[in-house]
Nanobody
Framework: VQLVESGGGLVQPGGSLTLSCAASGLTLNLNAIGWFRQAPGKEREAVVCANRNGGTTFHADSVKGRFNISVDNAKNTMYLQMNGLKPEDTARYYC?????????????????????WGKGTLVTVSS
């Protein structure tokens, strides 16, 4: 199994960015999925998570109304659309999957439970 993120970079505050995560060796739509981030000196945190088969999505309070997760089944690729970026969104972003999980809140999407991870892509929000 391999998850490969792309799309990170430098963006100005208020800008938008879309991260991609191409999966191989598993079918994304059959897994619970999530985007996590880790800022320097901080613990990794769940940003947006979703149940399998296009199920319910859950957002961290800090990104509600700004970030969205989606999956292109034909490409077996998941995306994180980020709008209204803030300097505090600066972090390395990781995609991840969890087989057999059903989330009922963002708190149920725990990095210790995830099965597979990408290596991450760096997002820097700065003027």
């Amino acid at each position: 199994v391999q998850l490969v993120e792309s799309g990170g970079g430098l963006v100005q505050p208020g800008g938008s960015l879309t991260l991609s995560c191409a999966a191989s060796g598993l079918t994304l739509n059959l897994n619970a999925i999530g985007w996590f981030r880790q800022a320097p000196g901080k613990e990794r945190e769940a940003v947006v998570c979703a149940n399998r088969n296009g199920g319910t999505t859950f957002h961290a309070d800090s990104v509600k109304g700004r970030f969205n997760i989606s999956v292109d089944n034909a490409k077996n690729t998941m995306y994180l659309q980020m709008n209204g970026l803030k300097p505090e969104d600066t972090a390395r972003y990781y995609c991840s999957t969890e087989w057999g999980a059903t989330y009922y809140s963002i708190n149920a999407c725990r990095d210790s439970d995830m099965d597979y991870w990408g290596k991450g892509t760096l997002v820097t929000v700065s003027s």
